[in-house]
C-alpha cells in the first residue's frame, strides 16, 4: 500500500500528526520501535497549552478520566539556598508518557492509522518529488511524504548521517518513578553543581524525578543514604526529597549525549517534528506542549503540499519560517537558562533575583512556554478541579 504519509516515531508528535491527517482523510502509516504501552524517559509535565490540542485530537475526556494530575505554582531552589515561589500562568498537569503515549496510538488507531509498534526503522530513501521508501525490520513501505518524529537522539539519525549526531554532547539525563512524599500541586526544579533535578506528581500519585547533568557527575562517588551522586546531594532541598523516597521504577532509564543543537526542520526532504526539529532545555518544562504544537504546525502544510497546492519548496520554506516563529526564541532563552542554572553561582543569584524581583520569574516562566488556547467544548481546568 501506498501512503500519504509515513510517521517515524509514536510519540507525541508522531501520534498527533497522524490523528490529525487521518482526520483530514489521507492514509497514514505510524511506526514505532518500542512495544506499547512503555516508559519513557521525560519530565512528564504538561505546559496549559495541550487541554486544547488534547481536545482537537480528541483525548481530553479521557485525559480527565485517567486524573491527570493538576499543577498550579513552581518552586526553585539552589544549593546555595536560594528559593523562588510563583504561581503557574494557568492550570499545568502531570501525566505519565506510559498513559498518554497509548492514549494517543489508541486514538490513532480508532481512526484507521495503520499503526505498527515494536519495528525498527533501518532506512530512509527518496525524497518529495517522487515520494520514499521506509525501510523497518517488519518490510520496506511507500510513501509520498515522511515525518521524522523519532525524539532527541536516534540510532536513525546515525543511519541518515544528521551533521548533530557527530557533536559529541557531555549532558546525560536520569528518570523514575517515586513514592513517599507528597508535593501536592507544584513542580519543583532543584539546581546542584552541573546540574538541575525536576519533580512533579502524575497520575499515580507517584512522583516523576528526572534529572540532568554533566557527564562529570555520573562518575562522582554515590551518596551512602541517599543513592544519588553526591552532587544532588548539595542540594538541601532536593537531599531532604530524596531522604524522604523510595523508587518505585524498576530501574532508572537514562539517556546520554543529549544534544540543544539546532536541529534541520527538513533532512535528506524527511519533515521534521517534535524533539527531531529541536528540543528545548528539561528545565523550561515546555518539551512535551512544543511536541504536540510542532504535529499542528506541521500538518495544514503537509495537507497543503498533498493537494499540490504548494511545491515542495514552499513547503519547505514555509514549515521552517513557521516553526522558527514559534519556537526560536524559547528555545535561545532556555539554553541561556540551562548554562546558568548548572552553575551554582550563577544560579543563585538568578533565582535570588527572581525572589526579589518576582515580575522576572513570572515572565520568564511565561516566555518559555505557548499560549493557552481556548477550548472549544469544555473548560478542563475546572474539571480537573472538581
Not at 16 to 21: K, T
Not at 29 to 49: A, I, N, W
Not at 127 to 137: D, I, K, M, R, Y
Not at 173 to 194: Q, W
Request: net charge positive.
Amino acid at each position: 500500500m501506498n501512503y500519504d504519509a509515513i510517521a517515524i516515531g509514536a510519540g507525541l508528535s508522531g501520534c498527533s500528526a497522524a490523528i490529525q491527517l487521518a482526520k483530514l482523510g489521507y492514509r497514514i502509516l505510524l511506526l514505532e520501535q518500542s512495544h506499547y504501552p512503555v516508559h519513557k524517559l521525560c519530565g512528564e509535565f504538561l505546559s496549559v497549552e495541550v487541554t486544547a490540542a488534547f481536545e482537537n485530537l480528541g483525548i481530553l475526556e479521557q485525559v480527565h478520566k485517567v486524573g491527570a494530575h493538576p499543577i498550579h505554582r513552581a518552586y526553585l531552589t539552589t544549593s546555595s539556598g536560594a528559593s523562588f515561589r510563583s504561581p503557574l500562568p494557568s492550570t499545568a498537569l502531570g501525566l505519565s508518557r506510559y498513559q498518554l503515549d497509548l492514549m494517543l496510538f489508541e486514538r490513532a488507531k480508532d481512526l484507521n492509522v495503520t499503526c505498527i509498534d515494536n519495528t525498527k526503522v533501518t532506512g530512509v530513501t527518496g525524497n518529495l518529488a517522487e515520494g520514499f521508501q521506509v525501510s523497518t525490520t517488519k518490510g520496506e513501505f511507500s510513501g509520498r511524504l515522511v515525518l521524522g518524529a523519532f525524539g532527541k537522539r536516534s540510532s536513525l539519525d546515525r543511519t541518515l548521517n544528521r551533521k548533530f549526531i557527530a557533536k559529541r554532547s557531555p549532558w546525560i539525563a536520569y528518570k523514575g518513578h517515586f513514592t513517599g512524599i507528597d508535593i501536592g500541586d507544584v513542580i519543583e526544579l532543584h539546581s546542584f553543581p552541573n546540574g538541575y533535578c525536576g519533580l512533579s506528581q502524575i497520575e499515580t500519585g507517584e512522583i516523576n524525578v528526572c534529572w540532568i547533568a554533566h557527564e562529570r557527575v555520573m562518575k562522582e562517588p554515590i551518596h551512602q543514604d541517599l543513592g544519588i551522586p553526591e552532587s544532588l546531594a548539595k542540594n538541601p532541598v532536593l537531599a531532604d526529597r530524596f531522604a524522604h523516597m523510595q523508587r518505585v521504577s524498576p530501574s532508572l532509564q537514562g539517556l546520554s549525549q543529549i544534544s540543544f543543537a539546532r536541529k534541520e526542520n527538513f533532512y535528506n526532504d524527511i519533515c521534521m517534528i517534535g524533539d527531531t526539529a529541536g528540543m528545548i532545555t528539561p528545565l523550561c518544562g515546555d518539551g512535551m506542549a512544543m511536541a504536540l504544537r510542532a504535529a499542528e504546525i506541521a500538518v495544514p502544510l503537509v495537507s497543503q503540499f498533498l493537494e499540490q497546492q504548494i511545491n515542495a519548496i514552499a513547503f519547505k520554506q514555509q514549515y521552517t519560517i513557521a516553526w522558527q516563529r514559534e519556537f526560536q526564541m524559547r528555545l535561545q532563552l532556555g539554553r541561556i537558562m540551562h548554562n546558568c542554572f548548572v552553575q551554582p553561582p550563577l544560579a543563585n543569584m538568578g533565582v535570588s533575583l527572581c525572589q526579589m524581583v518576582p515580575a522576572l520569574g513570572n515572565w520568564i516562566i511565561g516566555a518559555t512556554r505557548g499560549k493557552p488556547q481556548q477550548l472549544l467544548k469544555t473548560d478542563f481546568a475546572s474539571n480537573a478541579l472538581t
